[in-house]
């Protein structure tokens, strides 16, 4: 037994280590404590934690720290965390995440010298360290992200997650936020765990055994609320343009994340046999399944089920999702892969943009050179509704004509350094407050036509004369 414990230690994950440590010795028969999966239970029992601050004693200088997102940020570790690195006087440490919730004072000016962190996709807490050079953003894929931690390009030595209370069997959930959480999970050398009763408890690859955990504490706090404020005059507009021009009845939908994905949803309540397979939802869900709107029926993959990776909405949203096997939370690199979002039929997947330029090109994720986001899931689901199986899908990106200064979001040429998240190949139809401009197929110049009928118009005339600059042609239908 000695020899076959010393293969597994040499370079084994996390949970291979310490259950080879731990049954040195025994019998054969405790060979499946070795597995890695989350859901196969080992023979050990986390820390209770008095505290957040003791729970997060692991971390050391020098740690790559994952923190779980979304409505699943672990707050109160994260608080801890950053009372730990200063009380402490550790260095370099590297907090990688996706959108995360709350205050990351982590990345505070004053901690600079403690901590940096590493966006997979950037939220508002982290976007000012960001743009003073005190934070990263990495440009990725949302189905792509997994990979980091598969190919150990990322190397977490904790995670700290946030979980429902372990049920009868030891069986917790990630709830609202999968993602890539399970991924890193499996790499991350240590696991802290803040079990909560608030947090829903969601089935697919949510699931995790307690004996993951090395330590754990009790808390019992609402989780981060989004949305129930209603849509704009200019939202609520492009949402009945797309619902009732693009949503066909036994449509798959994807919804990214935003107002105008919020607003189509609301309109929707005259479909009938919709579906969802998307990387998030949101509250407007929970109406269009209870007006039996949403059924899932035409589905040729997860039939009868709506599909999701993350969440975050109200209180609503929370209580529908919790313990209701109607829906299923899986992987981020499963669900935005491009050859399972085709797989649905009429695929219609809704994105939102900051600009785009009078070829196409679209820009979501930053306002000329200060990066605001990250690349999401857009491109996947852009992709995989225009490969869509059965020829119906609708790849669909949707902004108001105008920024809240008046600017037109549809401009001559994107801000300088501005990324190009999704390319003007990529793009089939563009929706503003005043109509559906179709790309696919289209020539620049009936590109720039189409998209300047659904500007502003107050910009027209100016868009035409830079359209002719640019392309020494006027734009025509």
């Known amino acids: 037994m000695a020899s076959l414990t010393t293969r597994f230690m040499a370079g084994a994950p996390k949970f291979a280590r310490f259950a080879a440590t731990r049954i040195s010795g025994s019998s054969a028969a405790n060979f499946h404590s070795y597995s890695a999966e989350p859901s196969q239970p080992l023979n050990r029992e986390p820390k209770l934690c008095s505290s957040a601050l003791e729970a997060v004693q692991c971390v050391k200088s020098d740690s790559v720290v994952f923190v779980q997102g979304a409505a699943a940020t672990p707050l109160e570790l994260v608080g801890a965390l950053t009372e730990h690195g200063v009380k402490n006087n550790l260095k370099n440490i590297e907090v990688c995440h996706m959108h995360t919730e709350g205050p990351a004072l982590y990345c505070n000016p004053e901690h600079s010298h403690i901590f940096r962190s590493k966006s997979f996709f950037m939220g508002g807490n982290v976007r000012k360290a960001v743009a003073e050079g005190r934070g990263d953003s990495v440009p990725i894929f949302l189905h792509e992200i997994p990979y980091l931690f598969h190919r150990k390009i990322v190397q977490p030595d904790v995670a700290l997650i946030h979980v429902s209370p372990p049920d009868q069997h030891g069986y917790c959930s990630l709830g609202t936020s999968v993602d890539c959480v399970r991924a890193a999970l499996v790499h991350s050398k240590v696991i802290v765990a803040q079990m909560n009763p608030k947090m829903p408890r969601t089935f697919g690859d949510a699931i995790i055994h307690q004996s993951h955990f090395d330590y754990a504490i009790n808390i019992d706090t609402p989780l981060p609320q989004h949305g129930g404020k209603g849509s704009s005059e200019v939202e609520t507009k492009i949402g009945q343009l797309i619902a009732e021009n693009l949503v066909d009845d036994g449509a798959t939908l994807q919804m990214g994340i935003g107002n105008i994905p919020d607003a189509v949803l609301s309109a929707l309540h005259n479909h009938k046999d919709l579906g969802i397979h998307s990387e998030m939802f949101a509250d407007g869900v929970v109406d269009l399944v209870k007006n039996g709107c949403v059924t899932n029926n035409n589905k040729v993959i997860h039939k009868g089920r709506i599909v999701g990776s993350f969440l975050i909405g109200t209180q609503k949203l929370y209580d529908f999702v919790d313990n209701n096997p109607f829906i299923e939370m899986l992987e981020i690199n499963y669900v935005n892969k491009v050859g399972v979002i085709s797989q649905n039929p009429k695929m219609t997947a809704i994105n939102s943009a900051i600009e785009v330029d009078l ?115 006027m734009p025509v239908p």
């Not at 669909?396 to 501005?418: D, F, M, Q, R, W």
Request: proline share 3%.
């Open 359 to 473: 070829t196409g090109q679209v820009c979501s994720d930053s306002i000329g050179t200060r990066m605001y986001s990250g690349f999401g899931g857009q491109v996947d689901f852009i992709r995989g509704a225009a490969e869509g199986f059965d020829g119906k899908g609708k790849p669909i990106i949707a902004l108001p004509s105008t920024t809240n200064k008046g600017e037109s979001k549809i401009s001559a040429v994107t801000k300088p350094g501005a990324g190009i998240v999704t390319t003007r190949a990529h793009v089939h139809y563009v929706v503003t407050e005043y109509g559906i401009a179709h790309l696919f197929g289209k020539s620049l110049r009936q590109r720039a036509y189409a998209l300047i009928q659904i500007a502003h118009p107050k910009h027209r005339e100016a868009l035409e004369k830079a359209a002719f600059e640019r392309l020494k042609t």
